[in-house]
C-alpha cells in the first residue's frame, strides 16, 4: 500500500513538473514602459496626478453610505424615529434590523461611490 502511494506522488510531481516547464518563451511587445525619464519627477506632478483619487474619499464619511451601512448595521449608532421624524421611509431601520434590500438608497450610495472612486483611480 505504501509502494502504491509513493507511485501516485511520483506521478502527480511529474506531471506537475511538465505543466510548472510549459511556459518558458515570455517575449511579450510591451506598448508603453514607466522609465525613470517619464515617471513623476516633482511633487507638483504627484499631487496633480495622484489628487483627483485622493480628494473625493471624503465621501467615505457622509451620511447615507458606506459609514452609515457600518454605524448603524452594527448599532453603533442608533436613529430613533419618534412620530414620523428621521423614518426616511424605513431604509434606516432596514438597516438597524439587517434587512438588506437591493433598493435601498444606501447601498446604492455606496456602489456608486466605491465606482466613482475606482474609475478615478483607473483614470
Known amino acids: 500500500m505504501k509502494k502504491i502511494i509513493n507511485i501516485r506522488y511520483f506521478l502527480i510531481g511529474l506531471g ?5 516547464s510549459s511556459c518558458v518563451d515570455l517575449d511579450e511587445e510591451v506598448y508603453s514602459a514607466v522609465t525613470a525619464d517619464n515617471f513623476f519627477q516633482t511633487n507638483e506632478e504627484f499631487i496633480s496626478a495622484l489628487g483627483q483619487a485622493y480628494t473625493s474619499l471624503g465621501g467615505l464619511g457622509n451620511h447615507s453610505g458606506l459609514w452609515s451601512i457600518n454605524e448603524i448595521a452594527s448599532d453603533e449608532i442608533v436613529v430613533s424615529h419618534k412620530g414620523g421624524d428621521w423614518f426616511d421611509g424605513g431604509v434606516l431601520l432596514q438597516l438597524h434590523q439587517h434587512e438588506f ?3 435601498n438608497p444606501f447601498f446604492q450610495n455606496s456602489w456608486n461611490f466605491l465606482l466613482e472612486e ?3 483611480v483607473i483614470d
Open 16 to 20: 506537475m513538473s511538465y505543466f510548472a
Open 101 to 103: 434590500k437591493s433598493d
Open 118 to 120: 475606482s474609475i478615478l
